[in-house]
Nanobody, 124 residues
């Protein structure tokens, strides 16, 4: 079993920055990909970014390209999401997810473990 714990959410003004962290514990040795998803009130969960644990290939949804950066610290079993130039439409609960499977990085069903989520609120 893998456990994921997110941190770093909060309230920020538009144009500001936040860095989310997702620390993993448990049986993490076979992690294939780690990703971030978000869900705003009344909307479906959507893919934000993901990184392959081996090799570091990344993927982003179009709306965050150039503003968000996903990275990893393999030794600490932690993945980060640096979010710059935040917009009110980025307001959501952000979830970290992990997968041992090989599959499309941008699809939620690829992932088998989810964190509890952290709230990000961007004020205008």
């Amino acid at each position: 079993q893998v456990q994921l714990v997110e941190s770093g959410g909060g309230l920020v003004q538009a144009g500001g920055s936040l860095r989310l962290s997702c620390a993993a514990s448990g049986r993490t040795f076979s992690t294939h990909v780690r990703g971030w998803f978000r869900q705003a009130p009344g909307k479906e969960r959507e893919f934000v970014a993901a990184i392959r644990w081996s090799g570091g290939m990344t993927s982003y949804t179009d709306s965050v390209k150039g503003r968000f950066t996903i990275s990893r610290n393999s030794a600490a079993n932690t993945v980060y999401l640096q979010m710059n130039t935040l917009k009110p439409e980025d307001t959501a609960v952000y979830y970290c997810a992990s997968s041992k499977r090989i599959g499309p990085m941008g699809i939620g069903s690829t992932y088998d473990t989810w964190g509890q989520g952290t709230q990000v609120t961007v004020s205008s």
